[in-house]
Antibody, heavy 121, light 108 residues
Framework: QVQLVQSGAEVKKPGSSVKVSCKAS????????IAWVRQAPGQGLEWMGR????????NYAPMFQGRVTITMDEATGTAYMDLRSLRYEDTAVYYC??????????????WGRGTLVTVSS | EIVLTQSPVTLSLSPGERATLSCRAS???????LGWYQQEPGQAPRLLIY???TRATGIPDRFSGSGSGTDFTLTISRLEPEDFAVYYC?????????FGQGTKLEIK
């Protein structure tokens, strides 16, 4: 199974950008897609978008379109989530998640431990 | 965008009891692309069920999923102390993928 190691917590000012990384190990070549999901304090899960490295193809949730970019460095097995024009309400834990594709029914089974991004002036 | 509505918001039960959690979609979801997660405080979500009814690796058989179309159910046959957590349904059929708002399963 894939293990995902995310970068450390960040504190950012409103209007700035943050780039969170997610390094895959174990079986990185088996990854079909990587997604990012966030969770604001005390709130539920929110899908941000995904990338399918082999094509490559990205899809983003409308509320993040134009403000987020998800990329994948296949040489290092590291995915990145770049969120721009940060607002206070972007304060959340950001998770990377992987899908192994048809072998696991396209389910999203492996999660990183999360990266806390705090937006504060 | 497919909206998933979970009910109840909070479910209070005792260990040993049966739990039934519901997830209703605003439009039809292909069963192959409906999952359930468990999340404990301070932890990442854990995949329990995918394809509406297939248990993920290592998930005990007291967890089962069912349903099709717009109505899906997660059942925990006999609650263990470690099962008290928040549960989310998730559709990955239609982009943007979405989650339900969660059901908190608490000890009565």
């Amino acid at each position: 199974q894939v293990q995902l190691v995310q970068s450390g917590a960040e504190v950012k000012k409103p209007g700035s950008s943050v780039k969170v990384s997610c390094k895959a190990s174990g079986a990185p070549s088996s990854i079909y897609a990587i997604a990012w999901v966030r969770q604001a304090p005390g709130q539920g899960l929110e899908w941000m978008g995904r990338i399918i490295p082999m094509f490559p193809r990205e899809n983003y949730a409308p509320m993040f379109q134009g403000r987020v970019t998800i990329t994948m460095d296949e040489a290092t097995g590291t995915a990145y989530m770049d969120l721009r024009s940060l607002r206070y309400e972007d304060t959340a834990v950001y998770y990377c998640v992987t899908s192994m594709g048809v072998t696991d029914g396209y389910s999203w089974g492996s999660w990183g431990r999360g990266t806390l991004v705090t937006v504060s002036s | 965008e497919i909206v998933l509505t979970q009910s109840p918001v909070t479910l209070s039960l005792s260990p040993g009891e049966r739990a039934t959690l519901s997830c209703r979609a605003s439009q039809s979801v292909r069963s192959s692309y409906l999952g359930w997660y468990q999340q404990e405080p301070g932890q990442a979500p854990r995949l329990l069920i995918y394809g509406a009814s297939t248990r993920a690796t290592g998930i005990p058989d007291r967890f089962s999923g069912s349903g099709s179309g717009t109505d899906f159910t997660l059942t925990i046959s006999r609650l263990e102390p470690e099962d008290f957590a928040v549960y989310y349904c998730h559709q990955y059929d239609s982009s943007p993928y979405t989650f339900g708002q969660g059901t908190k399963l608490e000890i009565k």
